[in-house]
């Protein structure tokens, strides 16, 4: 019988997330109003490119790419929906201690998963702690309504996703050389 090979999905989920997370921390920055080319990007490459990688984790067996992939798709595409549906008028206006709440329980859910890449690699780790550190500092700075808070998040949100973008190529690359070219400081099993 021969075996499935799937392709490591993870280079696609980083990506989505990466990109997805450098432009609409670039809106936070306050470089551009949310328009929709960032909900376009929410929906497509934040959204559904990671629910793909994650399902194809789910395949390969691996829980926390699964989860992990999964989950923040649905973040993404929950997060657009939360906009449209405040735009069109569906329903209730929502106000900024919800949103803050809404960041708040992501960044505890980002913070349990940051404990599972302890034993993966030093790069995403850094993904999963500047993620849990943008989580929270959004959180702050809708809570207080603050927009200098919400402009540092920008800036620490723009080195999450590229910091997420930079294991996506590394990931890519070294596998095409078949070799470590760009490190990303895989731990030693022991």
Same mark, same amino acid.
């Given at each position: 019988?021969?075996?499935?090979?799937?392709?490591?999905?993870?280079?696609?989920?980083?990506? %989505?997330?990466?990109?997805?997370?450098?432009?609409?921390?670039?809106?936070?920055?306050?470089?551009?109003?949310?328009?929709?080319?960032?909900?376009?990007? %929410?929906?497509?490459?934040?959204?559904?490119?990671?629910?793909? *990688?994650?399902?194809?984790?789910?395949?390969? %067996?691996?829980?926390?790419?699964?989860?992990?992939?999964?989950?923040?798709?649905?973040?993404?595409?929950?997060?657009?929906?939360?906009?449209?549906?405040?735009?069109?008028?569906?329903?209730?206006?929502?106000?900024?201690?919800?949103?803050?709440?809404?960041?708040?329980?992501?960044?505890?859910?980002?913070?349990?998963?940051?404990?599972?890449?302890?034993?993966?690699?030093?790069?995403?780790?850094?993904?999963?702690?500047?993620?849990?550190?943008?989580?929270?500092?959004?959180?702050?700075?809708?809570?207080?309504?603050?927009?200098?808070?919400?402009?540092? *998040?920008?800036?620490?949100?723009?080195?999450?996703?590229?910091?997420?973008?930079?294991?996506?190529?590394?990931?890519?690359?070294?596998?095409?050389?078949?070799?470590?070219?760009?490190?990303?400081?895989?731990?030693?099993?022991?």
């Amino acid at each position: 019988m021969m075996e499935n090979r799937y392709a490591n999905p993870a280079p696609l989920g980083l990506m %989505g997330f990466g990109m997805t997370t450098v432009l609409l921390n670039l809106h936070n920055i306050g470089l551009f109003p949310l328009n929709a080319m960032n909900l376009a990007m %929410g929906i497509a490459y934040g959204g559904l490119a990671q629910i793909i *990688a994650g399902i194809i984790e789910f395949k390969k %067996g691996n829980t926390f790419g699964a989860t992990a992939f999964s989950s923040y798709g649905l973040f993404w595409i929950s997060k657009v929906l939360l906009i449209i549906f405040d735009k069109l008028g569906f329903v209730t206006t929502t106000d900024n201690l919800a949103i803050a709440a809404y960041l708040f329980i992501w960044g505890i859910f980002t913070l349990g998963l940051f404990f599972g890449t302890l034993k993966v690699s030093r790069a995403l780790q850094f993904v999963f702690i500047s993620l849990v550190i943008l989580f929270f500092l959004l959180a702050i700075g809708n809570a207080s309504l603050n927009q200098t808070i919400i402009r540092i *998040a920008g800036v620490e949100g723009v080195i999450c996703g590229l910091s997420a973008m930079y294991l996506s190529f590394a990931e890519i690359i070294n596998e095409m050389h078949g070799r470590e070219v760009l490190p990303i400081g895989i731990i030693k099993k022991q």
